[in-house]
C-alpha cells in the first residue's frame, strides 16, 4: 500500500521560489498520475496540478499556471512541485495525492499525504 509524505515546506518572501515534495513508500509515484492540492486558511481545498504517468502529461490551475512546475524524480520516488513568483495567495497547506489512475485529467484520490506548511509573507 502506497503511503505519501510531503516535505520542503517554508516561509518564503513574495516573488521567492521554492521546490516541495512528496516521497512514496510502498507503490512508486510513477505507477499512477499524482496530484497536488492545497487548502489555504479559511478556504476550501483547491486542486493544484496533476501529472500523469506520461510525464508530458501535466494540468495546472489558472491561479498556478506559469508560475508552477510539476515533475518526478523517479530516482528518489519522488513527487515535486516548483513554486516561482510566490504570492501571498499562495500560503497554504500542500498535499500530494496519488489518484489510482494514469492520466493527468483524473481527479480521483486513493492515498493522501499531511501536508506541509508554506507560507509567502515579507
Known amino acids: 500500500e502506497m503511503q505519501l509524505s510531503e516535505s520542503g515546506g517554508a516561509l518564503v518572501q513574495p516573488g521567492g521560489s521554492l521546490k516541495i515534495s512528496c516521497v512514496a513508500s510502498?507503490?512508486?509515484?510513477?505507477?499512477?498520475?499524482m496530484s497536488w492540492v492545497r487548502q489555504a486558511p479559511g478556504k476550501p481545498l483547491e486542486w493544484v496540478s496533476s501529472?500523469?504517468?506520461?510525464?508530458?502529461?501535466?494540468r495546472y490551475a489558472d491561479s498556478v499556471k506559469g508560475r508552477f512546475t510539476i515533475s518526478r524524480d523517479n530516482g528518489k520516488d519522488a513527487l515535486l512541485l516548483e513554486l516561482n513568483s510566490l504570492r501571498d495567495d499562495d500560503t497554504a497547506v500542500y498535499s500530494c495525492r496519488s489518484t489510482g489512475s494514469q492520466s493527468a485529467n483524473s481527479r480521483h484520490c486513493t492515498v493522501w499525504g499531511k501536508g506541509n506548511v508554506v507560507i509567502v509573507s515579507s
Open positions: 501529472i500523469g504517468t506520461d510525464d508530458r502529461d501535466t
Open positions: 510502498g507503490d512508486a509515484v510513477s505507477d499512477y498520475a
